[in-house]
């Protein structure tokens, strides 16, 4: 507009709006514009309400919405009115977040008779108010993060709705969303995400519930500090899986992990019991996750004797300042897992220490694995001889004639390759 005249009105009709706005913006030409950012924040929202206004386009493809916390709340705008005009205009695509100081907004409920969206997204000061007659017939992709809902009701409503949901995540942060039973029901969900974090000044965690009636369910991601019980209806068949948390899932759901082909767990003592209780006959990829100092080496051969077509191994270690490492118990075991003599081809280890007990692991993987390819090492950040952590593994035997043995150093961002001749 400023440009050219002749583009002054050229914009009314594209058919994509953004206006993300975290409410923190670098000292520059907004704060010389506008003398503070308060009153850019309110020219921000008139902004939003007036170029609404004008907008001319007979389809509105997306809207996206953004509101800070630095949001002022007197400015007479009505946020329900943008999105009124973008279901009228047949949006496909709704991202609303709402961060202001404000109380929980509701939305209007059109929003949730809207037959054209296929992506909605609502995060923070959102009040989820489903009404009876809830129908989203073409949405396929829905967030729901941090949100607050009017009731259990509300949130079935919203599901229910959804007869075509492909795609579901799910952010929780406290016990003041309302809902104690957690029951996702979706008959065509493919993908879930689901996080749930509690701050420590909530007291005694656990009480609630989370329910999975997914059949068709093939991706779960779970991050769940809650303690709440987690149960699994239908038995989906999952390819892929990231566990971490504290949950406590029922025998199904663990049982659902038996047919993962890529797995990603965080280790703590309730992930243990699974590696020597699951069968994961179909698992092809695997990723350990070691954040806190737990006695990890005997449950990682539980999982390899129990993983027999398992072709990718990652150990990935947190590094955490000033914490104390406790000792590692290293026992051989009595037969080779299968998946080292016929298929492991990849090995990765992140933030690897070179304890004795870690070398006894490295030589027998390197010992074992008929068919390795590569292994790769990424040296501890606080290690003082990365050098001779080299030298060592590079003396080791690897039954593995075309094996390769990779080091990168995360401080020096230097890589060494090392080729068995």
Same mark, same amino acid.
């Given at each position: 507009?400023? $440009?050219?005249?002749? *583009?002054?009105?050229? *914009?009314?009709?594209?058919?994509?709006?953004?206006?993300?706005?975290?409410?923190?913006?670098?000292? @520059?030409?907004?704060?010389?514009?506008?003398?503070?950012?308060?009153?850019?924040?309110?020219?921000?929202?008139?902004?939003?309400?007036?170029?609404?206004?004008?907008?001319?386009? /007979?389809?509105?493809?997306?809207?996206?919405?953004?509101? @800070?916390?630095?949001?002022?709340?007197?400015?007479?705008?009505?946020?329900?009115? *943008? !999105?009124?005009?973008?279901? +009228?205009?047949?949006?496909?695509?709704?991202?609303?977040?709402?961060?202001?100081?404000?109380?929980?907004?509701?939305?209007?409920? !059109?929003?949730y008779t809207c037959d054209t969206l296929v992506f909605l997204s609502l995060s923070e000061k959102i009040l989820v108010d489903v009404p009876?007659?809830?129908? $989203?017939?073409?949405?396929? =992709? $829905?967030? $729901?993060?941090?949100?607050?809902?009017?009731?259990? =009701?509300?949130?079935?409503?919203?599901?229910?709705?959804?007869?075509?949901? %492909?795609?579901?995540?799910?952010?929780?942060?406290?016990?003041?969303? +309302?809902?104690?039973?957690?029951?996702?029901?979706?008959?065509?969900?493919?993908?879930?995400?689901?996080?749930?974090?509690?701050?420590?000044?909530? @007291?005694?965690?656990?009480?609630?519930?989370?329910?999975?009636?997914? /059949?068709?369910?093939? #991706?779960?991601?779970?991050?769940?500090?809650? @303690?709440?019980?987690?149960?699994?209806?239908?038995?989906?068949?999952? =390819?892929?899986?990231?566990?971490?948390?504290?949950?406590?899932?029922? =025998?199904?759901?663990?049982?659902?992990?038996?047919?993962?082909?890529?797995?990603?767990?965080?280790?703590?003592?309730?992930?243990?019991?699974?590696? &020597?209780?699951?069968?994961?006959?179909?698992?092809?990829?695997?990723?350990?996750?070691?954040?806190?100092?737990?006695?990890?080496?005997?449950?990682?051969?539980?999982?390899?004797?129990?993983?027999?077509?398992?072709?990718?191994?990652?150990?990935?270690?947190?590094?955490?300042?000033?914490?104390? #490492?406790? /000792?590692?118990?290293? %026992?051989?075991?009595?037969?080779?897992?299968?998946?080292?003599?016929?298929?492991?081809?990849?090995?990765?280890? +992140?933030?690897?220490?070179?304890?004795?007990?870690?070398?006894?692991?490295?030589?027998? !993987?390197?010992? &074992?694995?008929?068919?390795?390819?590569?292994?790769?090492?990424?040296?501890?950040?606080?290690?003082?001889?990365?050098?001779?952590?080299?030298?060592?593994?590079?003396?080791?035997?690897?039954?593995?004639?075309?094996?390769?043995?990779?080091?990168?150093?995360?401080?020096?961002?230097?890589?060494?390759?090392?080729?068995?001749?």
């Open positions: 507009m400023i $440009l050219s005249k002749r *583009w002054r009105y050229i *914009w009314t009709m594209v058919p994509k709006l953004d206006y993300l706005n975290d409410g923190i913006h670098k000292v @520059g030409f907004l704060d010389f514009l506008f003398g503070d950012r308060d009153s850019y924040q309110r020219w921000f929202l008139r902004f939003i309400d007036e170029s609404l206004r004008v907008h001319k386009a /007979p389809v509105l493809e997306k809207l996206a919405i953004g509101l @800070g916390p630095r949001c002022p709340v007197d400015v007479n705008v009505d946020v329900g009115k *943008w !999105i009124e005009k973008a279901v +009228n205009r047949k949006v496909r695509e709704i991202e609303f977040i709402l961060r202001w100081s404000a109380e929980h907004t509701s939305l209007p409920k !059109i929003l009876s007659l809830a129908c $989203l017939p073409s949405l396929e =992709d $829905l967030e $729901l993060h941090s949100v607050v809902y009017k009731d259990e =009701d509300s949130l079935a409503r919203l599901l229910s709705s959804c007869p075509n949901l %492909n795609y579901l995540s799910v952010e929780r942060r406290d016990l003041q969303d +309302n809902v104690k039973l957690f029951n996702i029901k979706a008959p065509l969900l493919e993908s879930l995400s689901y996080e749930y974090v509690r701050s420590h000044n909530e @007291g005694n965690i656990g009480g609630g519930t989370l329910v999975i009636d997914c /059949p068709a369910l093939k #991706e779960i991601s779970i991050a769940d500090y809650s @303690g709440d019980s987690c149960f699994v209806e239908n038995n989906p068949h999952l =390819d892929k899986a990231f566990i971490s948390g504290f949950c406590n899932p029922d =025998d199904k759901f663990v049982a659902c992990l038996s047919s993962v082909i890529d797995l990603e767990l965080v280790l703590n003592f309730a992930t243990f019991a699974w590696f &020597n209780t699951v069968n994961f006959y179909q698992l092809l990829e695997c990723k350990i996750n070691i954040v806190d100092e737990v006695d990890w080496l005997e449950p990682l051969m539980f999982l390899l004797q129990n993983s027999p077509n398992l072709k990718v191994l990652s150990i990935y270690k947190t590094f955490i300042q000033n914490a104390e #490492e406790l /000792p590692l118990s290293w %026992n051989q075991p009595s037969s080779v897992p299968e998946c080292l003599a016929t298929h492991l081809e990849i090995f990765e280890w +992140n933030e690897y220490g070179g304890r004795n007990e870690e070398k006894e692991l490295v030589k027998y !993987i390197f010992a &074992n694995s008929k068919f390795l390819k590569r292994a790769g090492f990424s040296l501890k950040s606080t290690s003082q001889n990365k050098k001779k952590m080299m030298e060592e593994l590079e003396s080791m035997s690897r039954i593995s004639s075309s094996s390769q043995l990779i080091f990168s150093t995360q401080l020096e961002y230097m890589c060494v390759l090392y080729e068995k001749k």
